[in-house]
């Protein structure tokens, strides 16, 4: 079972800043602490995200095949009795997919609890239906959080995206991308504050989004990427830390663009 632990802290002047520009109340001696990370599940993610050794939530793997449901999901586990964690909801009650730069504290106007029993889907299968908010289609999101420091309630996220089942897996996949939380008892924090962006055109896992990424996008358009990818492309092209290769022309982008459109209306017209 995997641990997600904080590392990584962001004191400086800029956090400081962000928490000036979000509005509410705020602390100028606020301190974000953030960790970029890499990790897929499954296997299940056990979440301590002020590393004092209580486990917030954790994300799993669940299966169930019988006479009344056929369910195959990722769900995420909230331990209220530990100290944690209340997690961010829509109005029906189940984990919110926040946007980067949401509002996660006392003052954003979010709904925090843990649904009936503690635990949620994310991304799944449910009886043949997609259950959770996390799909592969919506792309990477964040689960907002609240949770107790020697009583006091703190705010954070989990950076947290559906994945493309690998073959050798039969069940739903997924990747935390980056976690984060405010030191400072309640003060609210930006969904993705203090995390460097994650590089989701970064198809072939080199560090870096250049016209190699190009190449295997539009090889695979119709079947492994879409037009959501090839924006995700013209976005973040040149951002990493490799060497910059084969600049595509822009008409190529267009085009490419265009031909990923057509194949997803043919397909919901089918």
Same mark, same amino acid.
């Given at each position: 079972?995997?641990?997600?632990?904080?590392?990584?802290?962001?004191?400086?002047?800029?956090?400081?800043?962000?928490?000036?520009?979000?509005?509410?109340?705020?602390?100028?001696?606020?301190?974000?602490?953030?960790?970029?990370?890499?990790?897929?599940?499954?296997?299940?993610?056990?979440?301590?995200?002020?590393?004092?050794?209580?486990?917030?939530?954790?994300?799993?793997?669940?299966?169930?095949?019988?006479?009344?449901?056929?369910?195959?999901?990722?769900?995420?586990?909230?331990?209220?009795?530990?100290?944690?964690?209340?997690?961010?909801?829509?109005?029906?009650?189940?984990?919110?997919?926040?946007?980067?730069?949401?509002?996660?504290?006392?003052?954003?106007?979010?709904?925090?609890?843990?649904?009936?029993?503690?635990?949620?889907?994310?991304?799944?299968?449910?009886?043949?239906?997609? /259950? !959770?908010?996390?799909? @592969?289609?919506?792309?990477?999101?964040?689960? %907002?959080? =609240?949770?107790? #420091?020697? $009583?006091?309630?703190?705010?954070?996220? /989990? !950076?947290?995206?559906? @994945?493309?089942?690998?073959?050798?897996?039969? %069940?739903? =996949?997924?990747? #935390?991308? $980056?976690?984060?939380?405010?030191?400072?008892?309640?003060?609210?924090?930006?969904?993705?504050?203090?995390?460097?962006?994650?590089?989701?055109?970064?198809?072939? $896992?080199?560090?870096?989004?250049?016209?190699?990424?190009?190449?295997?996008?539009?090889?695979?358009?119709?079947?492994?990427?879409?037009?959501?990818?090839?924006?995700?492309?013209?976005?973040?092209?040149?951002?990493?830390?490799?060497?910059?290769?084969?600049?595509?022309?822009?008409?190529?982008?267009?085009?490419?663009?265009?031909?990923?459109?057509?194949?997803?209306?043919?397909?919901?017209?089918?």
């Amino acid at each position: 079972m995997k641990r997600l632990q904080a590392k990584a802290r962001n004191t400086a002047g800029a956090a400081a800043a962000l928490a000036a520009g979000l509005g509410g109340a705020q602390s100028l001696d606020a301190a974000v602490v953030a960790q970029t990370v890499e990790e897929g599940v499954p296997p299940n993610y056990s979440a301590d995200l002020d590393s004092d050794g209580t486990i917030e939530f954790q994300i799993s793997d669940y299966h169930q095949a019988d006479a009344s449901t056929i369910e195959d999901t990722l769900k995420v586990t909230g331990f209220p009795s530990q100290g944690g964690v209340g997690l961010a909801v829509d109005q029906a009650g189940y984990t919110a997919n926040l946007a980067a730069g949401t509002l996660i504290g006392p003052t954003s106007g979010l709904i925090y609890g843990v649904p009936p029993g503690g635990t949620d889907d994310l991304n799944g299968v449910k009886n043949g239906v997609e /259950v !959770g908010n996390f799909q @592969v289609a919506d792309g990477p999101g964040y689960i %907002g959080v =609240e949770f107790t #420091i020697d $009583g006091a309630m703190h705010y954070g996220y /989990v !950076g947290f995206q559906g @994945v493309e089942t690998d073959e050798s897996n039969a %069940g739903p =996949e997924g990747r #935390i991308f $980056g976690f984060g939380y405010e030191t400072t008892a309640d003060t609210a924090i930006a969904a993705g504050a203090g995390l460097v962006p994650p590089l989701t055109a970064d198809v072939d $896992g080199d560090g870096d989004v250049d016209g190699n990424d190009f190449l295997i996008i539009q090889r695979g358009v119709g079947s492994t990427y879409s037009a959501t990818d090839v924006a995700a492309f013209k976005a973040q092209y040149g951002q990493g830390t490799g060497p910059i290769t084969a600049v595509p022309e822009p008409a190529s982008l267009s085009l490419l663009a265009a031909g990923a459109a057509g194949v997803a209306r043919y397909r919901r017209r089918k």
